[in-house]
């Protein structure tokens, strides 16, 4: 017989565990499954805009949503998501292992997963000069030369970003041309510090302890050369792995789930939070938030909410 829980939540990151928080303290069965801890905010070294630390490394503050959600009595399990059924009133939850559960309600908070560049190096450097966050890290290169991988509005901001507190910013692109907003593109240009690199393409992040250099090639000349850099930002978009979801609940044309702003998707009984969703700006202090929010709307859905909730100061 499967083990029975009031709401699974997909997903460990600042929504998930957040959501897990909130969910367990309301004396809800509540089943966190991951593959890892943490989700994105785990990665970066140093995080100075969330409120409450000045400074903070992201693997730590994500240790601590953990803990605090277990205290209040979340159960925690490492697995894969690969379907989830509907079956009457229950959810069914299929993982990679073979291993089902079912569950009263789910909560989707398993976020997006950034796009990599697959060169030697990347990974060794992560969270030590290489990022994937610039809200999060350009604080840390002040005064310092860094480069923007990517053609998107994303690395058009970025590099903006970025050089008003580096020394100096290369922004690389694989095509001759930028994907991103012609006034963007225009600000880029603008910028004395920001230096160009079109139809260049990364070879290999070098270094000791920390990034030192990247390796760049010319798409056309095949001409390599090195760059001098204390930190790579990548910047080539974001992939949410939601297949499993296909018939379940509506997604757009990014796979994103589609959600109200009561955090409830197509699907009765099924909500989402974080980066997963449709909300517009990807931040840890905003997933937390929208975790906190589809997880009191998900208990006014199991113990028998209709209509409106009724707030606090509403008489």
Aim: some cysteine.
């Amino acid at each position: 017989m499967k083990k029975l829980y009031d709401v699974m939540i997909i997903g460990s990151g600042a929504a998930g565990m957040t959501a897990s928080i909130y969910t367990a303290r309301k004396n809800l069965k509540t089943l966190v499954i991951s593959m890892d801890v943490g989700g994105q905010t785990a990665v970066p070294s140093k995080i100075e805009n969330y409120p409450g630390f000045e400074e903070v490394n992201g693997l730590e503050l994500m240790n601590k949503f953990q803990a605090q959600a277990m205290k209040c009595g979340a159960e925690m399990i490492s697995g894969k998501v690969v379907k989830i059924n509907k079956k009457e009133s229950l959810f069914e939850i299929k993982l990679a292992s073979g291993v089902n559960y079912e569950s009263r309600a789910v909560i989707l908070a398993f976020g997006k997963t950034p796009r990599s560049l697959g060169v030697p190096g990347e990974d060794k450097f992560m969270g030590r000069g290489v990022s994937i966050c610039v809200t999060c890290d350009a604080p840390l290169y002040r005064g310092k030369t860094v480069v923007v991988v990517g053609g998107g509005n994303s690395a058009l901001g970025g590099a903006l970003e970025l050089s008003q507190i580096a020394k100096k910013v290369y922004l690389m692109h694989r095509r001759d041309e930028f994907r991103g907003d012609e006034i963007e593109a225009e600000r880029v240009n603008k910028q004395e510090n920001i230096e160009l690199l079109l139809s260049t393409v990364p070879i290999e992040v070098k270094g000791d302890k920390f990034v030192e250099g990247l390796i760049v090639e010319n798409v056309n000349t095949k001409e390599q050369r090195t760059l001098e850099v204390d930190g790579v930002f990548v910047e080539i978009g974001f992939k949410v792995d939601s297949d499993f979801l296909t018939g379940l609940v509506d997604r757009n044309e990014l796979n994103e789930v589609i959600i109200n702003e009561k955090h409830e998707t197509s699907q009765p009984g099924i909500f989402a939070a974080g980066d997963v969703t449709t909300v517009l700006f990807k931040q840890t202090v905003i997933s937390a938030g929208d975790g906190a929010k589809a997880a009191l709307q998900c208990h006014h859905y199991l113990t028998g909410g209709e209509g409106r909730i009724v707030s606090d100061w509403d008489h």
